[in-house]
Structures are given as structure tokens and as C-alpha cells.
């Protein structure tokens, strides 16, 4: 697989990445260990090697599958894991925490669960608005000056924290939802990285699955699953986003390709520095995904994609309201 650096870092990883979080929580019942540990190994089989995981995934299960599953791989792939909640020992949940002191003990606990000497790079997973990001910064600085991190990202800020926290240490990359059906990041966030010269990770690239064209306003979400709760996930929503898929669907079909492989191949299109991160517990779709490093979308393809997005009005917010709040602006 073709390779891309994040931004101006020298960060140099696989055109796809890996997001590792369905495999243990989020959407749906957790897999198998041993066939989350499966696909990882297949995805390194297939070119991956840029993956995703973070200690509130499980929580903490998920990166001890991350760090099995990849140990042979050791000097060969890139991991990224997160900091910035307050989680307790019986794993419950209690806000953000992004303390400087919380954030080298979440350090020290994610390099045992993943097997690693240095984290490859370490995102700040929420701002959290009780601790200023020079701080947070700051605390990232310092792993890395001790060599327990080797870049330092952010998830979901908005620009006046981006540039504040790269005064004190540089961003490699920030990690914020974006694809066909969120494209906000365009108007401030994608032009702020590019001047900077902080790669982009979108997560969600396939929508939560409903850019893959397998999910429609009859599909049904476990209370497990995050789309239960999500406006947009909705029958209602489902029903009249659904032509998207359509468009998708269309142009696939024109290009011996599916919805999902447009859906990625519109997004590696955008910026050479953009590095999307699916993720699946299935080997099939994982070669699916992968397959849309090598679909080429003319000039005509992707004018015709931006005429058909900007006629469709999605509808449903993307989060609910208690998660909403977490968003930084």
C-alpha cells in the first residue's frame, strides 16, 4: 500500500490506517479476542500499518488486543492510543481528566497494555476545558523528551486550541470526524492544518457504517451500540440519508468499486495528508476498505460528488447532546 506522512512531521504511515475501537466497544457487542486479534494481523498482512486504539476502548481491552495482536509486528507499524478521561479501575467512566499528572500515568498504564517502549503517537482524546492545552502540551513534551511518546495529536479541538497547543509542542495530527456526510472540518480546521502542517485523521470515514450502504431506516442497533442514541441513526434520519447512498451507489457501480470504496477514495482525494482510519471486525470488509487505496477518482468524479453532496440536506445531528458538549469549537 502506498504510504503518507502526516503533515510535516516525518510521521510516515500506510495511505489507510486501522481504527481498532469496534473490536471492543462502541458499536455493538465486542468480537471475539481472537478474531479481533485476526483482522488486526490480517490488516498488517494487507499493508496497514497505522492503527488506532485508546484506553477508554473497552475501556483498556482494547489496547491489550492492539498490543497482542501486534507484537511480532514490533518496528514495523505505527500505534496511536489517547489520554483525557477519568476512568477507575472497574473501568466506569467519570468525565475528562487531562491533568498533567493523569496524562504520564495514562502513558505508563497504555505502554504495558500495548507491549511498547514509546507510543507512536499520543492524542489528547477530548479538550478538556478545566486544564489549559499549554498544559496538556506541555505534559506530552515532557513524554516525549523522555521517550516514552514520539508525537503528539489531538481529537476533535477546534483552531484557537490547535494553535495553542502547537506553540508549545508541535501537533502531528489531529483526529476529528470527516467524510461525505461531515464535511465541517473544510471550512477552518482544513486550511489551519495545512498551514501548519498537521496531518488529518478522519474517524467515522464511512460514516459509522452508513456510507457502506449496508445499513437502511430497518436495520436494528443492540443498547450497546452508540448509533442507538445518535439523531442522525434515527429510521426517520436513515431513510432520508439514504440518498447519499444512492449517489455513492451510482458512481461505484461506474467504477467497479462499492459505495464504501468511493466513500474512502473521496476522502484520500482530498489532501495528500489526509490518513482515514475504518475500522471492521471483518477480514472481507477489511480488504474492501484497503481496496480503495488503489480506486483513482477523476477530476469529473469528484466534481460530480461535490455537485450531488451539496444538493442533500443530512439530516440529524451526529451526536446527542450529552456527547455533543465534549466538542471543542
Known amino acids: 500500500m502506498d504510504k503518507r506522512t502526516l503533515g510535516q512531521s516525518g510521521l510516515e504511515v500506510s495511505a489507510i490506517g486501522f ?5 471492543s466497544s462502541g458499536l455493538g457487542p465486542a468480537a471475539d479476542r481472537q478474531d479481533g486479534i485476526a483482522v488486526i494481523r490480517a490488516a498488517v498482512e494487507h499493508g496497514v500499518t497505522f492503527f488506532d486504539t485508546a484506553e477508554v476502548y473497552g475501556p483498556f481491552v482494547n489496547e491489550e488486543i492492539v498490543g497482542e495482536a501486534l507484537a511480532p509486528f514490533r ?19 467519570h468525565g475528562l481528566d487531562s491533568r498533567p499528572e493523569h496524562i504520564k500515568d495514562v502513558a505508563d498504564a497504555s505502554l504495558k497494555r500495548l507491549r511498547i517502549e514509546a507510543i507512536d503517537l499520543f492524542y489528547q482524546h477530548r479538550v478538556d476545558p478545566n486544564v489549559p492545552i499549554e498544559d496538556v502540551a506541555g505534559a506530552v513534551k515532557e513524554l516525549i523528551h523522555a521517550g516514552k511518546v514520539r508525537h503528539f495529536g489531538l481529537s476533535e479541538a477546534g483552531v484557537r486550541t490547535i494553535r495553542r497547543a502547537h506553540a508549545v509542542q508541535p501537533v ?8 461525505l456526510w461531515w464535511r465541517e472540518p473544510e471550512a477552518e480546521i482544513l486550511p489551519t492544518l495545512e498551514e501548519l502542517g498537521i496531518g488529518f485523521v478522519p474517524f467515522s470515514p464511512l460514516g459509522k457504517g452508513f456510507l457502506t450502504g ?25 431513510h432520508a440519508n439514504r440518498v447519499l447512498v444512492d449517489e455513492l451507489r451510482a458512481l461505484a457501480a ?12 473521496w476522502l484520500l482525494a482530498q489532501k495528500p495528508w489526509i490518513v482515514p482510519i475504518p475500522g471492521t471486525s471483518k477480514i472481507r470488509r477489511l480488504v474492501e476498505n484497503l481496496g480503495a487505496a488503489e480506486l483513482r477518482l477523476a477530476s469529473d468524479d469528484l466534481a460530480e460528488i461535490d455537485r450531488a453532496d451539496a444538493q442533500i440536506q443530512i439530516q440529524g445531528d451526529r451526536y ?10
Open 19 to 23: 481504527g481498532c475501537m469496534g473490536l
Open 75 to 93: 518496528g514495523q507499524v505505527v500505534i496511536a492510543t489517547k489520554f483525557g478521561f477519568a476512568i477507575d479501575a472497574g473501568g466506569r467512566q
Open 172 to 179: 502531528t495530527a489531529l483526529q476529528s470526524e470527516y467524510s
Open 214 to 238: 449496508k445499513i437502511d431506516e430497518g436495520t436494528a442497533f443492540s443498547g450497546s451500540d452508540l448509533r442507538s442514541t445518535m439523531p442522525r441513526f434515527t429510521p426517520e434520519a436513515r
Open 254 to 265: 461506474h467504477k467497479a468499486a462499492t459505495p464504501a470504496q468511493v466513500a474512502l477514495a
Open 320 to 329: 446527542p447532546a450529552a456527547l455533543q458538549r465534549l466538542i471543542d469549537r
